[in-house]
Nanobody
Framework: QVQLVESGGGLVQTGGSLRLSCAASGRTFSGYTMAWFRQAPGKEREFVAA????????FYADSVKGRFTISRDNPKNTVYLQMNSLKPEDTAVYYC???????????????????WGQGTQVTVSL
């Protein structure tokens, strides 16, 4: 069982930056594939980024590639999402997710993840 708590969301202007954090409970954090998803009002939850259990492989949605960076600090049981050059269309609730499956390729569907945080709001103004 893993419990996830996101933080770092807020209001930022277009072109600004934010860093989201996701703190995980449990001693087996290093064995989990971690991901970020987001959900805007009236839209389905969509994949943003993922990092495999050893942090060797990262995956990004095309819409954020080159602007967002996912990373993890296993001793601190934390995964991060650095978001730069933010756009209004990045506005959404951002969710951290965890999967115990230790794969080389991370899943990009919400169905691939078993544990979810409560979400943190990111709002990008014009």
């Amino acid at each position: 069982q893993v419990q996830l708590v996101e933080s770092g969301g807020g209001l930022v202007q277009t072109g600004g930056s934010l860093r989201l954090s996701c703190a995980a409970s449990g001693r087996t954090f290093s064995g989990y594939t971690m991901a970020w998803f987001r959900q805007a009002p009236g839209k389905e939850r969509e994949f943003v980024a993922a990092i495999t259990w050893l942090g060797r492989n990262t995956f990004y949605a095309d819409s954020v590639k080159g602007r967002f960076t996912i990373s993890r600090d296993n001793p601190k049981n934390t995964v991060y999402l650095q978001m730069n050059s933010l756009k209004p269309e990045d506005t959404a609730v951002y969710y951290c997710a965890a999967s115990p499956r230790q794969t080389v390729v991370a899943g990009t569907s919400p169905r691939d993840y078993d544990y979810w945080g409560q979400g943190t709001q990111v709002t990008v103004s014009l």
